[in-house]
């Protein structure tokens, strides 16, 4: 079982910049896996914010583009999403996610939430304008 944990979460003001950690449990040797960070505000449906696959291709959701950034730090087993110039419609629960492929191959990076299996319990991030 695969387990992900959120941090870095916060309070800002629109403008500002935040990076959320994601620290996940070793991997199975021989797997490949995809990332990813989604967002919920509070009434609204689940959205894909940013992915990395398995070769490292990324991809991000229009909104955020040019301002969000996503990483990984293999070493350190954590997922990074730094997020600049942060805006009041960015104000949600953010999580991360991902899927393993235990014997490899190529897995895509994606925003569909209904490719990824392992969860984190989410991190706040509030932005006032």
């Known amino acids: 079982q695969l387990q992900l944990a959120e941090s870095g979460g916060g309070s800002v003001q629109s403008g500002g910049s935040l990076r959320l950690s994601c620290v996940y449990s070793?991997?199975?040797?021989?797997?490949?896996?995809?990332l990813g960070w989604f967002r919920q505000a509070r009434g609204k449906e689940r959205e894909g914010v940013a992915g990395i696959g398995s070769d490292g291709t990324i991809t991000y959701e229009d909104s955020v583009k040019g301002r969000f950034t996503i990483s990984e730090d293999n070493a350190k087993n954590t997922l990074y999403l730094q997020m600049n110039s942060l805006k009041p419609e960015d104000t949600a629960v953010y999580y991360c996610?991902?899927?393993?492929?235990?014997?490899?191959?190529?897995?895509?990076?994606?925003?569909?939430?209904?490719?990824?299996?392992?969860w984190g319990q989410g991190t706040q991030v509030t932005v006032s304008s």
């Open positions: 996610a991902a899927r393993l492929r235990r014997f490899g191959g190529l897995l895509n990076p994606t925003l569909s939430g209904d490719r990824y299996d392992y």
């Open positions: 070793e991997f199975p040797d021989g797997s490949s896996r995809r």
